[in-house]
């Protein structure tokens, strides 16, 4: 894998993942999923250039729904939102690269 040296600052806004919500009047939380081991290692390569943003694994949540996620929280990321979706009826919204 080739990452080229530079430094991205790009952090999702928080949006809750089940319900979308982005009201500045609430708590949000990041939950961190699992990750395989190619995903791992794209995670440290570009973590070794300087990399900062937000990685494909980690999900935010208002307090609301923190539960869904923090119960799923060593499942792999897409089998976590996978079965978010399946428990909420079709939530959480179907969100680009999820």
């Keep these: 894998m080739r ?3 530079a430094t991205l600052a790009f952090m999702k806004p928080p949006l809750c993942l089940v319900c979308g919500s982005t ?3 609430t708590q949000f939380t990041v939950v961190n999923f699992a990750v395989n081991d190619h995903e791992k290692a794209g995670l440290e390569a570009r973590r070794a250039v300087g990399w ?8 935010w949540f208002c307090a609301e729904h923190l539960h ?3 119960e799923r929280q060593s499942m ?3 089998d ?3 079965e978010i979706r399946a428990v909420t009826d079709g ?3 179907h969100l680009p690269g999820s």
């Design 3 to 5: 990452i080229e040296a």
């Design 23 to 25: 009201d500045s009047a």
């Design 76 to 78: 792999h990321w897409r």
């Design 80 to 82: 976590a939102v996978a």
């Design 91 to 93: 939530h959480p919204r």
């Design 68 to 70: 869904f996620g923090t």
């Design 52 to 59: 900062v943003g937000h990685p494909e694994n980690a999900y």
